[in-house]
């Protein structure tokens, strides 16, 4: 069964692109598009709906006072925030309110996908880039997700390890050396307690990190 999507966002050209996308897929089935908040509410009185897709930012209720509602009247609904918008503030007050997922929109159209599979699943998911943020924040993704003492960059080694890169790949992508990847392994898997990348992926997953 296809997951049922519903898109929010107040550009039209920006609702219909995303229609587009993801009408092209047959795991997905668009059951609406709306231009506001209150429109997508009363959509979700009369469709039935896996995912609710939004926009962060939108005249009258923005997206997190709209994840609010959702949680509150239907709380069978998934809710992933679309945005542009990676400043930490917003980031927390989007978790407060149970929000599923946080994706950014420079992301390409497969993680777009995935984050959707994610959270229509049940699980979690966070953009890399959100996740990195929060950390140079100070600030974890949930009270008890992320231990206090992973630094940013084994944050960023343990998403990195979730897409089954390999060292040289990660060292590749973050400019490091293949030793100090193996050295920030090392440290990761010390602090989360496992001893392979399996584990460190059940970690991630557990957490809601990937």
């Given at each position: 069964?296809?997951?049922?999507?519903?898109?929010?966002?107040?550009?039209?050209?920006?609702?219909?692109s995303?229609?587009?996308?993801?009408?092209?897929?047959?795991?997905f089935?668009?059951?609406?598009?709306?231009?506001?908040?209150?429109?997508?509410?009363?959509?979700?009185?009369?469709?039935?709906?896996?995912?609710?897709?939004?926009?962060?930012?939108?005249?009258?209720?923005?997206?997190?006072?709209?994840v609010?509602?959702v949680?509150?009247?239907?709380p069978?609904?998934?809710?992933?925030?679309?945005?542009?918008?990676?400043?930490?503030?917003?980031?927390?007050?989007?978790?407060?309110?149970?929000?599923?997922g946080?994706?950014?929109?420079?992301?390409?159209?497969?993680?777009?996908?995935?984050a959707?599979?994610?959270?229509?699943?049940?699980?979690?998911?966070?953009?890399?880039?959100?996740?990195?943020?929060?950390?140079?924040?100070?600030?974890?993704?949930m009270?008890?997700?992320?231990p206090a003492?992973?630094?940013?960059?084994?944050l960023?080694?343990?998403?990195?390890?979730?897409q089954?890169?390999?060292?040289?790949?990660?060292?590749?992508?973050?400019?490091?050396s293949?030793?100090t990847?193996?050295?920030?392994?090392r440290?990761?898997?010390?602090?989360?307690?496992?001893?392979?990348?399996?584990?460190?992926?059940?970690?991630?997953?557990?957490?809601?990190?990937?």
């Amino acid at each position: 069964m296809p997951i049922r999507l519903l898109i929010v966002d107040d550009h039209a050209v920006v609702a219909e692109s995303l229609a587009v996308l993801f009408g092209t897929n047959a795991d997905f089935e668009v059951v609406g598009t709306a231009r506001n908040a209150q429109q997508a509410l009363d959509l979700l009185e009369t469709t039935p709906t896996d995912v609710l897709l939004t926009d962060l930012a939108m005249p009258g209720l923005d997206g997190i006072a709209l994840v609010g509602q959702v949680r509150r009247h239907f709380p069978a609904v998934r809710t992933l925030l679309l945005t542009m918008n990676e400043d930490a503030p917003k980031i927390r007050d989007a978790i407060r309110v149970g929000v599923t997922g946080y994706v950014l929109k420079n992301e390409d159209r497969a993680t777009l996908e995935r984050a959707v599979r994610q959270v229509a699943a049940g699980q979690r998911f966070f953009s890399e880039a959100v996740v990195l943020e929060l950390a140079a924040y100070d600030e974890p993704l949930m009270a008890e997700a992320i231990p206090a003492s992973l630094t940013a960059r084994e944050l960023e080694i343990l998403i990195l390890v979730c897409q089954e890169l390999t060292n040289q790949e990660i060292a590749d992508r973050l400019f490091i050396s293949i030793p100090t990847v193996e050295t920030h392994r090392r440290h990761l898997m010390q602090k989360v307690g496992c001893k392979t990348a399996i584990g460190l992926a059940k970690f991630a997953l557990k957490h809601g990190l990937v």
